[in-house]
């Protein structure tokens, strides 16, 4: 793997095997830090989901049924 030069900056082609393997996609947000002054460590951001990204990971088979539940407090309703 070589370093190479993109305008002003160094860039490294990450092998798509290493990617899926932290699930780094195009767009992925990352973090850089350097430890012991010898070695590069990439992360992804972990990131909130989105209310839509919720939404869309809800199956028949994780669904559950509707809750009814009675006055506990001093709820207002």
Do not use: D
């Not at 990204?53 to 009814?68: F, Q, Y």
Request: proline share 4%; hydrophobic share 45%.
């Amino acid at each position: 793997m070589k370093i190479q030069k993109w305008g002003n900056s160094l860039g490294l082609r990450i092998p798509a095997a290493l990617a899926q393997q932290i699930n780094l996609t195009e767009g992925t947000e990352v973090t850089l830090t350097i430890e012991s002054n010898q070695a590069l460590l990439v992360k992804p951001v972990e990131t909130e989901p989105t209310l839509e990204e919720l939404l869309a990971m809800i199956t028949s088979e994780n669904r559950h049924e509707e809750l009814e539940l009675a006055v506990a407090g001093n709820e207002l309703f």
